[in-house]
């Protein structure tokens, strides 16, 4: 499987700005402690969390579209 450059470029800004996305989110005005009071998991929420970050970015690198020259 070839790399493809512009593909991960794209995944890899769009991961940089969603994860701090949720990081303002979770940090600043949801908090984390209370995030795991009301799912009761300390795991469950870290585990959401990272799921909520990487399944977006490997859609986005998925769905990036190579130009037909190269």
Request: proline share 3%; charged share 20%; aromatic share 18%.
């Amino acid at each position: 499987m070839k790399i493809k450059k512009r593909k991960i470029k794209y995944a890899a800004i769009f991961f940089i700005c969603w994860f701090a996305f949720w990081v303002i989110l979770v940090d600043g005005v949801l908090k984390f402690q209370t995030l795991v009071d009301y799912f009761g998991s300390y795991a469950l929420v870290e585990i959401s969390l990272l799921l909520l970050v990487i399944l977006p970015t490997l859609a986005v690198y998925k769905l990036t579209k190579e130009p037909k020259g190269e």
